[in-house]
């Protein structure tokens, strides 16, 4: 078993709902009967009667998620505890990134300043697919996420601020038929295969590529793709084309071309509320004041 499947299954004990369970996790349905299953399976009993209009915790289940909830409610007491005695410990942000961004140009200025101007702190950069950095922010796996705006759900626990519009660009292989093409425009795309990362988010990110390509007269034939790395993949691989921004190009200029575009994206910082860090108003702070001046 796994703390995946443990942490499925208590909420499911919880809301008596796999689908509440999903919405909660920001997963599909079928993702958690998957990992439930494989837990019962592990152990050997029925954790649930799942019934067509209702689900109830069988004898067995009710044993388990006594036991289970004891021994998170143990784990989160024993980390207090280090916590506590490790309040003399450097500080720390964790900063989780979209996928594919390059970030070189933005945050190493930003974290230098700061550990000269407040001493002994560390800062850990993560890179998260845009639908995932809203859960991690609700788990406290980051502090600060940066993300595109409108790609992270709107929870009341989480604060947005907008930082900048970066360009946007038609990424392609440069073995691309159309990359021997003189004066090449977006229009020439149109019978491309569009190329977006798949997520509970994905309808967001379709209705902005279909939104990008209305101004040059078609609608953009879309396939979606496990994520950001599988799109990079495909199109150095000649698979597909895809609508990017600068940040992201900067990751793979050297092995693809890009086609400028008109449009921008919109790049949002999002934290929860309640984040007592130190450190994250005074990061917010720096890197909002960066934008402001470019």
């Known amino acids: 078993m796994n703390d995946l499947q443990i942490e499925y299954f208590l909420a499911a004990a919880e809301n008596l709902s796999f689908t509440k369970t999903a919405n909660e996790k920001y997963v599909s349905q079928p993702a958690v009967s998957k990992q439930i299953s494989a837990l019962e399976e592990e152990l050997g009993v029925s954790l ?6 209702s689900t109830k915790l069988t004898a067995a289940g009710h044993t388990f998620a006594s036991f289970f909830k004891k021994q998170k409610e143990d784990m989160e007491l024993l980390a207090k505890d280090a916590r506590e005695s490790g309040k003399n ?3 720390s942000l964790r900063i989780g990134c979209g996928s594919g961004w390059q970030m070189a140009d933005v945050l190493p200025e930003i974290i230098r300043r700061l550990k000269t101007r407040e001493g002994d702190v560390r800062f850990w950069l993560e890179s998260y697919e845009f639908n995932q950095i809203a859960p991690a922010l609700n788990d406290g796996d980051i502090d600060l996420g940066i993300t595109l ?7 009341p626990s989480l604060e947005e601020r907008i930082l900048i519009k970066i360009p946007q660009m038609i990424l392609y292989s440069p073995k691309h038929p159309l990359a021997e093409k003189e004066e090449l425009k977006p229009e020439d795309f149109k019978n491309e ?6 997520s509970n988010r994905s309808a967001y990110i379709i209705d ?8 040059y007269g078609f ?4 396939h979606e793709v496990k994520n950001t790395e599988s799109m ?3 199109v150095l691989g000649g698979t597909g084309v895809a609508i990017t921004d600068l940040w992201a190009w900067q990751t793979v200029k050297d092995h693809c071309l890009a086609l400028p575009l008109k ?11 309640d984040n007592p860090n130190p450190l994250l108003p005074v990061f917010l702070k720096e890197l909002t004041e960066k934008f402001q001046y470019e």
Not at 193 to 198: H, K, M
Not at 208 to 215: H, Q
Not at 263 to 273: E, K, L
């Open 48 to 53: 649930f009667e799942r019934g067509y209009k």
């Open 89 to 91: 410990d450097a500080l």
């Open 149 to 155: 705006h409108g790609a992270v759900v709107k929870l």
């Open 193 to 198: 295969l569009f190329l977006v990362p798949r």
């Open 208 to 215: 902005l590529v279909n939104g990008f390509c209305e101004p």
């Open 219 to 222: 609608t953009p034939q879309i």
């Open 232 to 234: 990079f993949i495909n």
């Open 263 to 273: 449009s921008v994206y919109t790049i949002s910082s999002v934290w929860r509320r």
